[in-house]
């Protein structure tokens, strides 16, 4: 994770992205008032929309309005709010004071890394938090086969398994006994999902690249990128994952800290 401190210029655009958690009552208004003190204005329209403004920075709302801007390839610097601790997000009743700050100059732009994801030759687009493969049915084993770029990591029979970013190892790899990765390292945590054998491995592998296939599949399997189930795979498919662009966040004073202690680091 890169990180670098950010200005907003003067007159700035700020674009509100809602997503799937809605702000306090009052919220937008807020954010209003606080961009009119920089002399800027407030937008809440779709993303494409947004981005032909060309906004100073998009305040994006839960993780469904973060994933939008990560989907859209913009470079525009955003503020999460409520949208985790995997990206320093900020809670909904401080995004005000958050972006006063922003606005102010006092915020800094953490660059978290996202995963390019290529199954067969499709590109499936960039993944913030998670690339996994998963019957369709719960609880229904199949066999998994890791490899790194060099070398095979693993075969194992589960009900799937799921390679994270440090921003999503606080998500479904973690929920799967994975660990907390570090924001600063460049890898991934591969982490088989409900495993046949409960001794199963977990692994920290380089996120330059990473490859899954089935092995063996008794039921339908699903390959999902972040929150979308994009596309049914079997035996014959080959998932790769690379390490993609860097998406540009805000971290203010405001912002949850990363391993969710009291204070921010």
Excluded: N
């Excluded at 947004?50 to 390839?73: D, F, I, K, M, N």
Aim: hydrophobic content about 40%; glycine content about 12%; charged content about 25%.
């Amino acid at each position: 994770m890169t990180r670098e401190e950010w200005t907003p210029g003067a007159d700035p655009l700020v674009g509100v992205l809602e997503g799937d958690v809605d702000l306090p009552t009052g919220g937008v208004a807020d954010l209003e008032a606080a961009v009119a003190e920089a002399g800027g204005d407030l937008v809440v329209e779709p993303i494409e929309q947004l981005l032909a403004r060309e906004p100073a920075v998009l305040v994006a709302v839960g993780e469904g309005g973060v994933l939008e801007a990560v989907r859209s390839g913009t470079g525009v610097s955003v503020l999460p709010v409520e949208a985790g601790e995997g990206v320093r997000s900020v809670p909904g009743d401080r995004v005000s004071a958050a972006l006063r700050g922003v606005l102010a100059g006092k915020a800094t732009c953490r660059e978290l890394p996202t995963l390019d994801v290529d199954l067969d030759g499709d590109d499936l687009g960039p993944a913030l938090f998670d690339v996994s493969l998963v019957t369709d049915e719960p609880a229904r084993i199949s066999e998994y086969s890791v490899r790194g770029r060099t070398r095979a990591v693993a075969c194992f029979r589960a009900d799937g398994v799921v390679v994270a970013t440090p921003a999503g190892s606080h998500g479904y790899a973690g929920a799967a006994g994975g660990p907390l990765l570090s924001p600063d390292i460049d890898g991934v945590a591969v982490v088989p999902i409900g495993p046949f054998v409960t001794q199963t491995r977990h692994w920290v592998l380089p996120d330059g690249e990473v490859r899954l296939s089935v092995e063996r599949d008794h039921d339908p399997i699903a390959l999902c990128v972040d929150d979308r189930r994009v596309r049914a795979v079997d035996c014959d498919s080959s998932i790769t994952i690379t390490a993609g662009r860097r998406f540009p966040t805000l971290v203010t004073d405001e912002s949850v800290p990363y391993f969710g202690g009291p204070t921010s680091c």
